[in-house]
């Protein structure tokens, strides 16, 4: 394992960038993590993704794969793209500070 500094705080990564305790995760570090994968901006519907990615790990101990997130997080498949152009269910768990996706490459 890394440690990298986000946010002013010294935070364990893996391999990929992942955070390796979530619960080290906030907000600051989700923006900081964006910028450094070309978003420079989270927009309300970003953190919508976000936040459904994050609380779904934290309720079942899984990340959804991106067809369920676009079934169930209210933000279509196409635009789930849009905002996460580099694969969304992977990009948005990086974001949010939970582990990469299972099914993810």
């Excluded at 779904?56 to 152009?85: C, D, H």
Aim: glycine content about 10%; proline content about 7%; hydrophobic content about 40%.
């Amino acid at each position: 394992m890394n440690t990298v500094t986000l946010a002013g705080a010294t935070v364990e990564v893996d391999a990929e960038g992942f955070l390796v305790q979530p619960e080290q995760w906030n907000e600051r570090m989700a923006e900081e993590i964006a910028r450094a994968n070309g978003i420079e901006a989270l927009t309300d519907r970003h953190w919508q993704v976000i936040s459904f990615m994050r609380n779904t790990y934290l309720q079942t101990g899984s990340a959804p794969s991106v067809r369920s997130l676009g079934k169930t997080s209210g933000v279509p498949i196409k635009e789930l793209y849009e905002l996460f152009p580099k694969g969304p269910s992977k990009l948005a768990a990086k974001i949010g500070g939970i582990p990469k996706p299972r099914g993810c490459i």
